[in-house]
């Protein structure tokens, strides 16, 4: 498997324990300490956000939420105060589709 794969399956690890932090914090209205989820599996930098701006990572399956600093050579789609969004594309992105936890499991 090359680099950019194992990378974006680390990526989708972070993205599912946000998920769990988005569920376990959907009575709380405010901003919410996400996690990076860059491509350093050590990293655990907090990112918050509100749920408005976390529903505007999730809206699309191949982008992800990194502190700012944390894109290295990806594709930085936006920049805002304090994290960029991310896309994948080629192979990283099938994997990110693929490993969405919001994906319809008959899709």
Not at 22 to 44: K, M, Q, T, W, Y
């Amino acid at each position: 498997m090359e680099q950019t794969e194992r990378d974006a399956r680390t990526q989708a690890i972070f993205r599912a324990g946000n998920e769990a932090l988005r569920r376990a914090a959907a009575s709380h209205d405010g901003v919410v300490p996400f996690l990076c989820e860059c491509r350093d599996e050590g990293c655990f930098t907090r990112i918050p956000l509100t749920s408005a701006e976390y529903e505007e990572v999730r809206a699309h399956p191949r982008r992800f939420v990194v502190a700012r600093g944390h894109e290295g050579d990806e594709r930085a789609i936006a920049l805002n105060d304090g994290y960029a969004l991310v896309e994948k594309d080629a192979a990283a992105g099938e994997i990110a589709v693929e490993t969405d936890p919001r994906r319809p499991h008959d899709a």
